[in-house]
Every structure is written in C-alpha cells, then in structure tokens.
C-alpha cells in the first residue's frame, strides 16, 4: 500500500498563500488518484480537490474554486496544493488522499478514497 506524508501547512494572514506538499512512498504513485481533503472543528472531513492518475482530470469543491490549485508530479511521487487567498474559513487539518486506480470520472468521489497521510494544520487569522 501507499504512505502519504503531508508537510507545509502553518500559520498565515487572511489573503496570504500557502503550499501543500504530500510525499507518496512505497507503491507506483501515478497508479493512484489524489485527493486533499480538509477537516475544520466540529465539521467533517470533506473533500476539496482531487486529480485523477495522470493528473489530466481535477476537482475542486465550490468553496476553493478559483483560489486552490491541485498538481501532481509523478517523477517525484509528490501531490501538491497551492492555496491563495486564504481566508479563515479555511483553517483546518488538511490531509492527502490516495485511491488505488480509481477513474478520471471517479476522483469528486470522496468515499472511494481509502489510503491518508496523518494531515497538517492550516491556521488562517484575519
């Protein structure tokens, strides 16, 4: 199976940038789709933006769309999230995501997700 390894998050200023980088190891990465998904407190874990295997096909959750940019490099087995314009509602844990050949069709689907890095904390302050 895969291990994913998050790494990036922080602390920043509403307006501010950010960028996500989850390390894949121990399987062929681009035999995965990816997702990052992100857990504020008292809400649940929700999907946000997924890139299918070849990283042709993304998603983007309304909420993001337009700020965040999912990218993979499958030479450096590492998935990526630039996060512009943070505002405060988006301070949460965010956590990668890996499903095992899931389709370009499939990556908006959240449960088809099954393998998770231990997550990092995005703190956005206004």
């Known amino acids: 199976q895969v291990q994913l390894v998050e790494s990036g998050g922080g602390l920043v200023q509403a307006g501010g940038s950010l960028r996500l980088s989850c390390a894949a190891s121990?399987?062929?990465?681009?035999?995965?789709?990816m997702g990052w998904f992100r857990q504020a407190p008292g809400k649940e874990r929700a999907l946000i933006a997924a890139?299918?295997?070849?990283?042709?096909?993304?998603y983007y959750a309304d909420s993001v769309k337009g700020r965040f940019t999912i990218s993979r490099d499958n030479a450096k087995n590492t998935l990526y999230l630039q996060m512009n314009s943070l505002k405060p509602e988006d301070t949460a844990v965010y956590y990668c995501?890996?499903?095992?050949?899931?389709?370009?069709?499939?990556?908006?689907?959240?449960?088809?997700?099954?393998?998770w890095g231990q997550g990092t904390q995005v703190t956005v302050s206004s």
């Open positions: 121990g399987r062929t990465f681009s035999n995965y789709a």
């Open positions: 995501a890996a499903s095992y050949g899931l389709g370009y069709a499939m990556i908006s689907r959240a449960d088809k997700y099954d393998y």
């Open positions: 890139n299918s295997r070849s990283g042709g096909s993304t």
